[in-house]
């Protein structure tokens, strides 16, 4: 009588899990989270949807894993032989690149609070704090201020990214928005009406640096 051997779970050597993360990624850039299923990730990797759950539970780890790719990225070779102040601007610039091309990161980050990727950037910046001067008791609320300053703004570009078109016209918009804000009230709205003028063509990537600065003159005056 013929032996039959049992067979165990079908490997599947040819896709890794860096090759399924990086075709997540590249569904969540053109398309966005919605667009991500293991359907259409099996298409493009032209497999099953079974050949990926050998590598990857659910979705929240899928979109967990390219968070993290996105960060780790972000934040190579930046710690390494510069001035501390210097290296936490490198590092908040980068991760605020990151979030600018790739929008989807933003809602990751603020989803939830400790994941790899969120710990990735508060070591990162924690780290510099005592070479430049704070003291221990202070380093932890140095740390989750700038920290909480760049998960804010993750949080703004996940708003937009959800609530305006991709193809948008930045200038367009807020040149719109700042005619919104010119009808305003001047007795209850000073302050905004005055910043109107600057509204349309500020650079938010420069604006997001003085943020940082300012922290950091904050976080340098405790020493």
Do not use: C
Request: net charge negative; hydrophobic share 45%; no cysteine.
């Amino acid at each position: 009588m013929a032996t039959t051997t049992a067979r165990g779970p079908r490997r599947t050597d040819a896709l890794s899990k860096d090759r399924i993360v990086a075709a997540a990624i590249e569904i969540l850039d053109a398309d966005g989270e919605s667009a991500l299923t293991f359907r259409s990730l099996a298409t493009r990797l032209s497999t099953g949807p079974g050949a990926i759950y050998w590598h990857v539970a659910n979705k929240d780890e899928l979109l967990a894993a390219a968070t993290n790719d996105v960060i780790a990225a972000a934040m190579t070779d930046l710690t390494r032989n510069h001035e501390p102040r210097e290296v936490i601007r490198a590092i908040s610039l980068s991760v605020f690149d990151a979030i600018d091309a790739h929008p989807w990161v933003g809602t990751q980050l603020s989803r939830e609070p400790w994941q790899v990727a969120v710990l990735q950037i508060f070591e990162g910046i924690g780290s510099q704090l005592q070479t430049l001067g704070v003291p221990e008791r202070a380093q932890f609320d140095a740390a989750s201020a700038l920290l909480n300053y760049i998960l804010g703004l993750a949080g703004q570009y996940a708003a937009g990214a959800r609530l305006i078109p991709r193809d948008t016209d930045r200038m367009t918009f807020l040149a719109t928005v700042a005619a919104q804000w010119a009808q305003l009230e001047p007795a209850e709205y000073p302050f905004v009406l005055r910043m109107t003028a600057q509204l349309p063509d500020h650079d938010d990537r420069n604006q997001f640096l003085a943020g940082i600065d300012l922290i950091l003159v904050g976080i340098t005056s405790t020493r």
